[in-house]
């Protein structure tokens, strides 16, 4: 297995949010995590981008241990996170952001065919090259977020709630920037609130509530099953 959680805890001041989660990912693959509000989702990503330590629970990377690594060594193994708020630099030029997302790479030839790369599938990279990212609109900044997250060509893309407030145009973007990543190999770990779009799009689906893994299976399993419908509509599911 690619990826493996077992039987992970981690929290905050206030006690435990995961309460023994068991996930498991194939390479080349989708995940979609589905929740209601404070569920733990953007936790169970905090904890594989090594921004939270779990406080007990094993996490497996291609073979490797990696609880308790800093987020630093997890960037270098090639896991990298679009987070839930926007994250770009408001007074640094698009590009400029961009090339962050390379800072690991002493490869300069690298750099710059990387960043060839990423303007080809992201226009708005070249076009506003030189424009503070603060003036782009949260659509064009969350475009330019997924550019820098490519620099570094992860092994595991960490996407937490991407479309969220995006207009329709760059709502479609994104799902189309996720399809292309997905016919390039590339392993995807996703949490999506709109969870009928999230799951269409991915192999698998996780349903989380208060820190458990309540059901798991291929994508069409979740969307099918008849207890997960209260989800769509933002509640929680029924207590069975
Ligand atoms: N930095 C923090 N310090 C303390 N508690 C936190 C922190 N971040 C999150 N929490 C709490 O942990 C719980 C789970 O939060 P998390 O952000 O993982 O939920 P989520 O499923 O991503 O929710 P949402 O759909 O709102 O993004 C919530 O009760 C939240 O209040
Ligand atoms: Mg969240």
């Not at 996170?81 to 997302?101: A, D, I, K």
């Not at 208060?210 to 769509?232: K, M, Q």
């Amino acid at each position: 297995m690619f990826l493996k959680l077992h039987n992970i805890y981690a929290g905050y001041e206030g006690g435990d949010v995961l309460k023994g989660i068991d996930l498991a990912v194939e390479k080349g693959t989708t995940t979609c995590i589905v929740g209601p509000n404070g569920a733990g989702k953007s936790t169970v990503l905090r904890v594989l981008s090594g921004l939270l330590k779990p406080r007990l629970g094993e996490i497996t990377f291609d073979g490797r241990s990696i609880a308790g690594l800093t987020p630093r060594q997890i960037l270098a193994l090639g896991i990298v996170q679009v987070q839930q708020s926007h994250s770009l630099f408001p007074s640094m030029t698009v590009q400029e952001n961009v090339r962050l997302g390379a800072f690991m790479l002493h490869d300069s030839a690298l750099v710059e065919r990387r960043l060839h790369e990423v303007e080809e599938m992201f226009p708005i990279v070249k076009t506003r090259a030189r424009d503070k990212a603060g003036s782009l609109s949260g659509g064009q900044q969350r475009l330019v977020e997924f550019a820098r997250c490519l620099m570094l060509d992860p092994r595991l893309i960490l996407l937490d709630e991407p479309s969220m407030g995006l207009d329709p145009r760059t709502f479609k973007q994104v799902v189309e920037t996720i399809k292309e990543m997905q016919s390039s190999g590339r392993t995807i770990v996703l949490v999506e609130q709109n969870a009928r779009t999230g799951l269409s799009l991915s192999t698998n689906g996780v349903v989380l509530e208060s820190g458990r893994v309540r059901l798991e299976g291929p994508h069409a399993d979740i969307l099918n099953n008849p207890e997960i419908g209260h989800l769509y509509l933002g509640g929680t599911l029924s207590k069975a």
